[in-house]
């Protein structure tokens, strides 16, 4: 991510505001750091966050749906927040 040549993962969070959070946790929890660096970290290198959840349909089955796409902007006190394009 850091490379500047783009990337794609998977987080499990019930909200691209919730991702942004557990992302900060794993950072500090993982790297030892403190939660300043891990916000800066996430605003500098994540620029939007899709949302992807199990939908049940009327039959039963499940399906994947896009549920929220969200923009990583600044926010308060360095903390990147979650600007919601669709949800």
Do not use: C, W
């Not at 300043?36 to 992807?52: G, K, L, S």
């Not at 969200?70 to 927040?81: K, L, N, T, V």
């Amino acid at each position: 991510m850091q490379a500047g040549v783009g990337s794609l993962s998977t987080i499990h969070a019930d909200s691209a505001t919730n991702a942004i959070e557990r992302m900060a946790t794993l950072t500090q929890r993982n790297m030892n750091t403190s939660d300043a660096y891990a916000y800066r970290q996430i605003a500098q290198h994540i620029d939007f966050v899709v949302q992807i959840s199990k939908i049940r349909q009327e039959d039963g089955t499940i399906r994947r749906q896009v549920t929220e796409i969200a923009e990583i902007q600044p926010g308060e006190e360095s903390r990147p927040i979650a600007s919601i394009l669709f949800g």
